[in-house]
């Protein structure tokens, strides 16, 4: 397992929670990881990525100014701090590695993605 996701969970409009992904350090440290999100019967939508080395960041539109993401170089792990909540943010949320997003500078949904965490479901 290369990707290990924490958190998620059920709260009301206006709350917050946080995601974790716990990776390998080959992962982490070489590959452009984020979380991407699905909701059922809707595309697949980029809600965060975040560059190896320069820790740029990046954000889809819907959640610019209520989602961080963020990194902890010692635990090899990125979380998503998800904020100001609402049913429309309801989805599954997946930890991805080898994004082509910080390359491209946006989320493809149809691009390929090299890893995938097991999902964190989120109920607003």
């Known amino acids: 397992v290369q990707l290990v996701e924490s958190g998620g969970g059920s709260v009301q409009p206006g709350g917050s929670l946080r995601l974790s992904c716990a990776s390998s350090g080959s992962i982490y440290d070489t590959m452009c990881m984020g979380w991407v999100r699905q909701a059922p019967g809707k595309e697949r939508e980029g809600v965060a990525a975040i560059s190896p080395g320069s820790g740029r960041r990046y954000y889809g539109d819907s959640v610019k100014g209520r989602f961080t993401i963020s990194r902890d170089n010692a635990a090899n792990t990125v979380y998503l701090q998800l904020n100001h909540l609402t049913p429309e943010d309801a989805a599954t949320y997946y930890c991805?590695?080898?994004?082509?997003?910080?390359?491209?500078?946006?989320?493809?949904?149809?691009?390929?993605?090299?890893?995938w965490g097991q999902g964190a479901q989120v109920t607003v």
């Open positions: 991805a590695a080898d994004l082509q997003w910080c390359r491209a500078g946006y989320f493809d949904p149809h691009g390929r993605v090299g890893y």
